[in-house]
């Protein structure tokens, strides 16, 4: 149980193009998604926090604009970087918690890896 | 500012051996703190989750230990298999909030 997916696994998209990110909840229901990135050999890094039915919350330093989070549903969250560069290129990753669960683990997709030429 | 720290550099063991893994946070009081492991190209995996007022947690051939006093936890793999390669990431999470913060991770090889 506890399964989440990502669309797609990898994309090649040119700058100045955006780019849509799906993650799902397979499984369970997530009131709450997060979507981080990840550059090589470094740690996850926090992008923001994804509210079903309300906007989203956005770490320090992340610009809201340029990476568009939608929490439609309590299965589906998507990340849409717009007006991609070179350096949005990275390894990005959703995870979500089961709602309603007292426990606070979260549930990882298999990550996106997003090249901008 | 706060700080959780692994071991950057590469733990290598021999099959069967106990692998530990070493997490150290500073200027923080986690209320949880859980372990990941991370394959190369894909997203974390949880493993386990230890609250704060919790000295041990085992789960099969794993082990969590969250010493309050030491602003420490370690992570036992028991009988290690070349399976159990990864990187391991531990993550820390406050009373108040919904967001983990994670350390850098800690690449585990074991060889057969």
């Known amino acids: 149980g506890a399964v989440v997916s990502q669309h797609p696994s990898w994309v090649i998209c040119k700058s100045g193009t955006s780019v849509k990110i799906e993650c799902r909840s397979l499984?369970?229901?997530?009131?709450?998604m997060f979507w981080y990135r990840q550059f090589p050999k470094q740690s996850l890094m926090l992008m923001a926090t994804?509210?079903?039915?309300?906007?989203?919350?956005?770490e320090q330093g992340v610009e809201k604009d340029k990476f568009l989070i939608n929490h439609a549903s309590l299965t589906l969250s998507t990340l849409t970087v717009t007006s991609a560069h070179p350096e949005d290129s990275s390894f990005y990753i959703c995870?979500?918690?089961?709602?309603?669960?007292?426990?606070?683990?979260?549930?990882f997709g298999p990550g996106t890896r997003l090249t901008v030429t | 500012s706060q700080k959780i720290e692994q071991n950057s550099e590469a733990l290598n063991i021999q099959e069967g051996k106990t692998a530990t893994l070493t997490c150290n946070y500073t200027?923080?009081?986690?209320?949880?703190l859980q372990w990941y492991r991370q394959d190369p190209g894909r997203g974390p995996v949880f493993l386990l989750l230890i609250r704060e007022n919790e000295k041990e947690k085992r789960k099969e051939r794993l082990k969590v230990t969250f010493d309050t006093t030491l602003k420490q936890s370690l992570f036992h793999i028991t009988a290690s298999q070349p399976a159990d390669s990864a990187t391991y990431l531990c993550?820390?999470?406050?009373?108040?909030?919904?967001?983990?913060?994670f350390g850098g991770g800690t690449r585990l090889m074991v060889k057969p």
């Open positions: 995870s979500a918690r089961i709602s309603g669960r007292a426990t606070y683990e979260q549930y």
């Open positions: 994804s509210n079903e039915g309300s906007k989203a919350t956005y």
């Open positions: 200027n923080y009081s986690p209320a949880y």
């Open positions: 993550a820390f999470q406050s009373r108040a909030g919904n967001m983990l913060t």
């Open positions: 499984d369970f229901q997530a009131t709450t």
